[in-house]
Nanobody, 122 residues
């Protein structure tokens, strides 16, 4: 599965951005991760493609929404009420293994898109 992420940019505190991830095939699970300078890549959100069940990191729950468009093999991450600490490179990832939903760690995902920069200015 090849992934192409888009939608990053510069936004002010409290603003919104919508990231998209186009997949060349249908994944079992799609996730979003982020990596800030000097920090490890961290889990943001994950969605099970069939059924649409979701999980979120505590730091984004209630502000971010992950979704998917089955017909177009597109995943989205709607980010609202953005904070400076949300600044990072965001990556979409996909997996054909069910454990990647249960344990959404970076090493559980086989396929990765290129990152897209999100910068939140105060």
């Amino acid at each position: 599965v090849q992934l192409q992420a888009s939608g990053g940019g510069l936004v002010q505190v409290g603003g919104s951005l919508r990231l998209s991830c186009a997949a060349s095939g249908r994944p079992y699970v799609m996730g979003w991760f982020r990596q800030a300078p000097g920090k490890e890549r961290e889990f943001v959100a994950v969605i099970r493609w069939s059924g649409g069940s979701t999980k979120y990191a505590d730091s984004v729950r209630g502000r971010f929404t992950i979704s998917r468009d089955n017909a177009k093999n597109l995943g989205h991450l709607q980010m609202n009420y953005l904070r400076p600490e949300d600044t990072a490179v965001y990556y979409c990832a996909a997996s054909k293994i069910s454990d990647s939903y249960t344990y959404p760690r970076p090493d559980a995902f086989e396929f990765w898109g290129q990152g897209t920069q999100v910068t939140v200015s105060s």
